[in-house]
């Protein structure tokens, strides 16, 4: 299993915009460590998530509540809870920080390094995390992982980039003051709309509506002539904001107060208003070559953190979303019965 080392950061020039170059997070409380299985076999990693792991999946008590043991079999993910495992869902704020290999008892951290794998995020920036093979609670335990830190920093990149192919993991380092050309934009544009597709069908209507009108069914089927016949020609300032305002709009006026959070972490936030660029100060700048720093500090929205208002959010993963199962009186953390396709009645704890 191989992780490939990329720049994190992002820098705008032209107008102010960057990605916060490291997101830190706590290590949380570490307890006595990960329990795993005594005699377990074969790969997988260490999955940390800095909200705590629980979202329908249950840690060995006493255990850490930040880390798992995890791996992959039969095109699932499951987790380890001492000598039993489980399958589970992907978070979006779920991160793989090592890779072991549960047989050799051997650990690496992936510490300076970026990727993703079957829906979540490998690697962080640095950190002074460390894990110790066959140690629980202080102690040598067979199987076990002891932790020990304080905090990591984590890559800065929204998920989505990672699941809708934004990050080539492959290209290696990025010269992010390269202008962005119009086929870049275009692409970064429609993934975003997607992903919002996704989250928040009418959200995304009203962004699509002012990008290409009413009558479109596609972002880009009204997409002018001039631009599209020439993927290759770079982008203008003007052009870029035309293109990214629309989602701004809505975004402000559908969670006002997590656009301006997600615009403080990222490092777009302007004095006033909610664009992530200042006043126009003339046709001259709006006619300057944008950059590949600013399309993508501006498109580094983390909409996996939209509001849950917002969210068709399904943490336990049996396909009944948690308001609707909040309303029914079911617990959103805890699968109900698939069989009949409907919930079925447990209190919620």
């Known amino acids: 299993m191989k992780s490939t080392r990329i720049r994190a950061l992002i820098l ?13 997070v706590s290590l949380g409380h570490l307890g006595p460590g990960v329990a795993s299985k ?10 940390f998530n800095p909200n705590g792991v629980i979202h329908g999946r249950i840690v060995h008590p006493g255990s850490s509540q930040n880390f798992l043991a995890v791996f992959r079999s039969n095109d699932t993910w499951r987790y380890y809870k001492n000598e039993e495992s489980f399958e589970f869902q992907p978070q979006a704020d779920d991160y793989l920080v090592a890779e072991v290999n549960y047989g050799a008892d051997t650990v690496q951290l992936l510490n300076n390094t970026r990727g993703f794998v079957h829906g979540i995020r490998s690697g962080y920036q640095s950190g002074d995390l460390v894990v110790t093979a066959n140690r629980y609670n202080g102690s040598a335990n067979f199987g076990e992982f002891g932790l020990s830190g304080t905090s990591i920093e984590l890559n800065p990149e929204p998920l989505w980039w990672y699941e809708k192919g934004i990050i080539d993991l492959e290209s290696g380092e990025a010269n992010h003051r390269a ?10 544009v ?3 709309y997607n992903k919002i597709l996704e ?45 990214s305002a629309p989602f701004y709009k809505h975004l402000n006026e559908a969670a006002s107060e997590w656009l301006e959070l997600e615009m403080i972490n990222v490092g777009t936030r302007q ?24 399309l993508k500090a501006i498109f580094s929205l983390r909409f996996a953190s939209l509001p849950n208002y917002l969210l068709d959010e399904d943490r336990d993963g049996d396909g009944l979303p948690d308001e609707e199962e909040l309303l029914a009186g079911t617990n959103p953390e805890a699968p109900d019965h698939p069989a009949v396709g409907l919930s079925v009645y447990r209190p919620a704890k």
């Open 271 to 294: 004095q006033a208003g909610f664009f992530p660029w200042g006043p126009d100060v003339g046709k001259n700048e709006n006619r300057t070559i944008a950059n590949l720093g600013q």
């Open 12 to 24: 705008g020039a032209l107008f102010t915009v960057g990605l916060a170059p490291l997101f830190a």
């Open 199 to 243: 989250i928040n069908p009418d959200l995304a209507l009203l962004i699509r509506n002012d990008l290409v009108g009413t009558e479109a069914t596609h972002p880009f089927t009204q997409w002018p002539p001039s631009q599209s016949s020439n993927d290759r020609s770079p982008t203008r300032i003007g052009q870029l904001k035309a293109v």
């Open 179 to 188: 202008p962005a050309n119009l086929g870049q934009v275009k692409w970064m």
């Open 38 to 47: 005594e005699n377990a076999s074969g790969e997988g990693y260490l999955l």
């Open 190 to 192: 429609l993934n975003a």
